[in-house]
Each structure stands twice: as structure tokens, then as C-alpha cells.
């Protein structure tokens, strides 16, 4: 067709329109141009925003690296002091600190006071514990009696009439 261009009047094809800087109706240019602005500020402040948010967590990596946790995951290996079972940067937060002496205020900077056990063999030592020191074995009454109830006492009378 004469006088088209890609199926469109040659005066209102859209890819020529583009060309000659016009946005079809959605405001002016400088409407486009502000938005683009825009984006580069949001860009810039989402580069800020990250900047911070970097910059807080190595803060609080280097405040965790002061920590008791923090010092005896650079002293010791991280494998389970009981079970041996060993540990990634993936599974780490399952491996904790036990306090050998059971004082969590007496931390030597030389470790001698901890060892690293998984979560499960950490709640087992200080299960034994308290089993140790009578508590948590069926409640804090130490003087509590067992039934004296006896169910099947009579059970061989009982076949036996049979």
C-alpha cells in the first residue's frame, strides 16, 4: 500500500512516532523524563539502603565474633563434642556452646570452659543433670510415692479357672 508504512498511515505508524519523540497521549516528555529521574534517585537510595544494610550486618558479625559463641567457633573445630557429627555455615545455628562447669558467667578467653555440642546432645547433657540433681523426673515432688495399684495381680487366678 502506498503511503503506509508496516500496515499503519505513514503519519500515525507507531514506530515512526517513537523516532520523532512523541508518547502517545501519556503525558508530556518531561513527565517521562521525571519519571526516569526517579528511577535513577530509587536506584540510588536502593544502592544506600544496601550499603546500610551490608554494613549493619558485618557490625553485628563483628559484635558476635566478641561473643562466647563467637570465640569458641574460632577455637574449636565444628564438629559435635559427643556424637562427632560436623557442621557447615548451612546447619551452623544447630551447633551450640555448652559450659562444661554449668556457669554460663565463667567464659576463659582460652576456652577451657566450653565445648560444642549439637542441639541434641546438648539437651541430653543437661537432661542428665537435672535427672543427676533429682529434678525433672515426674514433676519437683521428691516425695512423691508410686501407685500401689497392681492391675493384672489377679490375672493368673483368672486363667487358671478357665
Known amino acids: 500500500m502506498p503511503g503506509t508504512v508496516a500496515g499503519f498511515p ?3 505508524n507507531p514506530l ?5 519523540g512523541s508518547n502517545f497521549g501519556h ?6 523524563t521525571r519519571r ?9 537510595n536502593s544502592g544506600n539502603k544496601l550499603d546500610q544494610l551490608v554494613a549493619e550486618t558485618r557490625r553485628q558479625q563483628d559484635e558476635r565474633a ?18 562427632g557429627r560436623e557442621f557447615t555455615h548451612t546447619n ?4 551450640t556452646v555448652h559450659h562444661k562447669n554449668h556457669d554460663h558467667d565463667d ?13 541434641y546432645c546438648h539437651d541430653n547433657e543437661h537432661q542428665r ?8 523426673t515426674g514433676g519437683n515432688d521428691t516425695n512423691h510415692k508410686s501407685s500401689t495399684r497392681k492391675p493384672f495381680a489377679n490375672l493368673k487366678d483368672l486363667l487358671n479357672k478357665n
Open 10 to 12: 505513514a503519519n500515525e
Open 16 to 20: 515512526l512516532a517513537l523516532e520523532a
Open 27 to 32: 503525558g508530556n516528555r518531561s513527565t517521562s
Open 36 to 44: 526516569a529521574g526517579k528511577r535513577k534517585q530509587m536506584s540510588k
Open 66 to 83: 566478641q561473643t562466647y559463641r563467637g570465640l569458641a567457633l574460632k577455637l574449636f573445630p565444628w564438629i559435635c563434642g559427643r556424637c
Open 92 to 95: 551452623l545455628r544447630e551447633l
Open 107 to 119: 567464659n576463659p578467653a582460652d576456652g577451657s570452659n566450653w565445648e560444642l555440642l549439637c542441639l
Open 129 to 136: 543433670q537435672l535427672e543427676i540433681h533429682g529434678v525433672g
